[in-house]
């Protein structure tokens, strides 16, 4: 590897070398979340009632959308979108639903130069869900790209650069609930890092995907040497962008006298997935 360990504390790294500076396109920060959910208008309700957010943008029957319903909440600079289907043989989001349960789908990146970032995923072999296509309405345009990552989890591309809207076009924007206005306001501000959960021996072979496929680097990394309980272990790296303003840990289990939080979770839930840490 071209990193050199800036610091090292048993097996715990930190990274200084990031390497050169991608010149073919920029990730920015975390642009949404997306949930599969088997009701996104209660879900999103949840949000608002519980943990301090408030609506901020809907996509549904009303604006043309007849396959789904969408619901976006926001609490400063952090955006969650629920998404569940209208019908009851929709394949898309139930079989999602009925695997994993009510969780993330895609992991939305905000970027510059989206074209060069496509092209450069799909030399390294990347699996592009949906090529670049645009979206528009009268705030603008946005333009987005699909890629796919671990287990059935994606990363969209977004590239917002010539939209003025609040949230993506074709979504109408949501006066605030009600009940939420008589609610204290949350404290959460932004999305620091999203968390994908591997099964054992698969950490390493997704974190070199970064590195090929997004081009981020090693920021973090520590083993179950120094990340344990006395029944559960687990060993992380932590990839991110060249700036550092996008940050997934990649973690898998260790062995340990009783199975880690996560491996129950992807064992209940059939295949890899991920969980979003605030």
């Known amino acids: 590897m071209w990193q050199t360990a800036r610091s090292t504390l048993g097996l715990q ?3 200084s070398d990031k390497g050169p500076k991608p010149t073919n396109g920029k990730f920015l920060y975390f642009d949404h979340v997306t949930f599969y959910v088997g009701n996104a208008k209660q879900a999103a309700s949840y ?4 943990l301090g957010f408030q609506p901020l943008a809907y996509k549904g029957l009303e604006t043309g959308s007849r396959k789904y319903a969408h619901h976006v909440v926001h609490q400063n600079r952090i955006i969650f979108q629920f998404v569940s289907p ?4 929709d394949k898309e989001v139930n079989q999602h ?14 970027v510059e130069n989206l074209d060069a970032i496509v092209a450069h995923a799909r030399k390294q072999g990347a699996k592009i869900v949906k090529d670049i296509w645009e979206e528009s309405d009268d705030n603008g345009k946005v333009r987005f790209a699909k890629i796919q990552t671990y287990g059935d989890t994606t990363h969209t591309l977004v590239d917002r650069s010539a939209y003025k809207g609040l949230f993506l076009p074709c979504y109408m924007t949501l006066p605030n609930d009600e009940l939420g206005k008589k609610l204290p306001p949350g404290k959460l501000d932004f999305v620091d890092h999203v968390v994908g959960n591997q099964p054992d021996h698969h950490m390493e072979s997704v974190a070199k995907w970064y590195e090929s496929i ?7 990394s520590v083993d179950d040497s120094q990340l344990h309980t006395e029944y559960s272990a687990l060993r992380s790296i932590v990839m991110a962008n060249w700036e550092e303003t996008v940050k997934m840990p990649i973690n898998e289990p260790a062995a340990g006298r009783k199975r880690v939080r996560f491996k129950n979770m992807s064992t209940t839930t059939e295949v890899l997935g991920s969980n979003t840490s605030l």
């Open 86 to 89: 209208y019908e009851s043989d």
């Open 13 to 15: 790294t930190s990274y």
């Open 214 to 220: 997004l081009q981020f680097h090693r920021f973090w």
């Open 47 to 50: 949000y608002v009632t519980r």
């Open 97 to 110: 639903v009925s695997k994993h349960g009510d969780g993330v789908k895609d992991v939305a990146f905000a």
